[in-house]
T-cell receptor, first 113, second 115 residues
Framework: NAGVTQTPKFQVLKTGQSMTLQCAQD?????MSWYRQDPGMGLRLIHY???????DQGEVPNGYNVSRSTTEDFPLRLLSAAPSQTSVYFC????????????FGDGTRLSIL | AQSVTQPDIHITVSEGASLELRCNYS??????LFWYVQSPGQGLQLLLK??????LVQGIKGFEAEFKRSQSSFNLRKPSVHWSDAAEYFC?????????????FGKGTKLSVKP
């Protein structure tokens, strides 16, 4: 009963480095999304996907890239890390879309030095 | 534009006291409303949701919320708070667009519980 699994849980990067945050779900959900959470800001949508091969931008997409080659996986790529991308990142999935209950992973805490 | 406002950043209540967390939303169509709870170091867990029908909805852990269209509010309540309820609570609104990535979260209310 894994649900939504995010890896890694913690990561420290240097400015300019790239990395991929992994997200996998085993509930056969079509809709998946990435949020970032910053103190006092709530959750802000980065990118989302309504199914394999289909992605779209959310509120704060700059500096991030996504792809969806399978229903299960939705990786988030930081192309050239910047200190402003220091945040906690959450992946979520749902059966019917953004207006359905979301299942969240436990998050990846990312620090950019 | 749709938005969610949680007026209280931090609330402290005594264990056993009642609780009400406020949420106001702005949305042009029929809103889909949610309350989520986040314990430290964890992801968000759904407490309850409102899509249509009875405006008083029951959730997990003894929580309930009331949808008031005239006030654009969806306040979360619990009659008697337990120490384990200390967490951060997020209200969120989505719309009938479904898959269009339009789920908006409030900035959260942190709940502390005094023994």
């Amino acid at each position: 009963n894994a649900g939504v699994t995010q890896t890694p849980k913690f990561q420290v990067l240097k400015t300019g480095q790239s990395m991929t945050l992994q997200c996998a779900q085993d509930m056969n959900h079509e809709y998946m999304s990435w949020y970032r959470q910053d103190p006092g800001m709530g959750l802000r949508l980065i990118h989302y996907s309504v199914g394999a091969g289909i992605t779209d931008q959310g509120e704060v997409p700059n500096g991030y890239n996504v792809s969806r080659s399978t229903t299960e996986d939705f990786p988030l790529r930081l192309l050239s890390a910047a200190p402003s991308q220091t945040s906690v990142y959450f992946c979520a999935s749902s059966y019917g879309g953004s207006n359905q209950p979301q299942h969240f992973g436990d998050g990846t805490r990312l620090s950019i030095l | 534009a749709q938005s969610v406002t949680q007026p209280d950043i931090h609330i402290t209540v005594s264990e056993g006291a009642s609780l009400e967390l406020r949420c106001n939303y702005s949305y042009g169509a029929t809103p889909y409303l949610f309350w989520y709870v986040q314990s430290p170091g964890q992801g968000l867990q759904l407490l309850l949701k409102y899509f249509s029908g009875d405006t008083l909805v029951q959730g997990i852990k003894g929580f309930e919320a009331e949808f008031k269209r005239s006030q654009s509010s969806f306040n979360l309540r619990k009659p008697s708070v337990h120490w384990s309820d200390a967490a951060e609570y997020f209200c969120a609104v989505g719309g009938p667009g479904g898959s269009q990535g339009n789920l908006i979260f409030g900035k959260g209310t942190k709940l502390s519980v005094k023994p």
